[in-house]
């Protein structure tokens, strides 16, 4: 992995931290048994970081990495974001 995306994935999870302890300052919690990363991007961007990633850190949990997600009824696919769960 690049020393860019190592960097950014760090400050992404420190990032995640800081939500996580605004969730707990706020008596509100995470429910971690329904967490799941979407990495998007593209086709090389995602074979070069989802070759060797199989989870990421988020808020000091490890999140399996998922091909599709479904947020608020939309399903979410990693080589499409915008177009997935769209009709034409």
Known sequence: ???????QLSVLAECTTDVRQWYLQN??????????????GTTNQLHAVTSFMSAVSVA??????ADDIKVLGVMLD????????TTS
């Not at 000091?60 to 990495?65: F, G, H, R, T």
């Open 60 to 65: 000091e949990v490890d999140l399996p990495v």
């Open 27 to 40: 008596g509100l919690q995470l429910n971690q048994d329904k967490l799941e990363a979407l990495i998007v």
């Open 1 to 7: 992995m690049r020393r860019q995306h190592t960097h």
């Open 78 to 85: 990693h080589a499409q974001p915008a177009l997935a769960g």
